[in-house]
């Protein structure tokens, strides 16, 4: 089943791993539950965050569609309207839209800066493609802000992945070595090889810090078998998920708000453009005849 999903690329990484390691498992109707399971948990994640990115997608579409209605039509068809006046209007009317273009020009590296920045975080977080998804991911971890999002989504489905395993059956060595094999978080994936050799030579888990905060760590510290490992585990990936739903909430809050900001930039640039425009064309017909030039 594992190749056949990576053969057809119908799912991501994660969960061809973990189906992968579920039919090793000596229960693999039971695992092929748990893999249902990770599914669902993440896909609850998404619907909970596409209520907060629905807004500032509508907004930067609106806003887009003025900056090209601006760009492409009203500023030409001002431009052409003007020549029918006297030379003075013209020179009038071509300083005014110049400013009007470079205003545009301001809203559409700003509106492509802010929306290619947002759209990095959504692919990054909910992208089913891995090529896809782990390219954005190693984008945003370049970036402020978004790069402690995506880690902190990337723990949620780490830890998330290793409780379902556990919980199915899998050994807690085989789990990490899934996990590891998994991430695309560089101190994540040196963390778990880490772990892994603890696992190997001394039997112990490693309690990285990278991987755990001194509250997990604690956590970890009373965990006598698998099941209770597994429960840990569960909580882990329950406080990463929460970190990371408060975090990007606060990001698509700020991005709503700048969305919105921009918006009304492009609001004032059209009037900008048309309104003044037919104002300035008016004022210099009159400048025009109480100078005699008419």
Known sequence: LSSALQKQKIASKDIINFISMAEKSTNFRSALERVVHF??????????????????????????????????????????RSLEYSPEIVKLISEHLLIAQIMTNTLFLSLLFFGVYFLILLIALFDKSYTIQNTAKK????????????????????????????????????????????TSIYKFKEALVHTLEGIKTDGKLIHHPSLYDNIEQELLAGAGNSKQLASIMHEIAQRAKADAKELSTKFFRLITIISILLMAFAVFIEFYTIVLTQVLIQKGMIDAVRGGIF
């Open 39 to 80: 599914i669902e948990v993440k896909e609850e994640f998404k619907r909970e965050s596409n209520d907060k990115t629905s807004l500032p997608i509508t907004y930067f579409f609106i806003a887009s569609l003025v900056v090209l209605g601006v760009k492409f039509y009203a500023v030409p068809l001002q431009i052409e």
């Open 139 to 182: 984008i945003a971890l370049y970036l402020p802000f978004s790069a402690t999002i995506v880690t902190k989504f990337e723990k949620f489905s780490l830890f998330s992945m290793l409780s379902e395993m556990l919980q199915s059956g899998v050994s807690i060595k085989n789990a990490i070595t899934t996990a590891a094999i998994t």
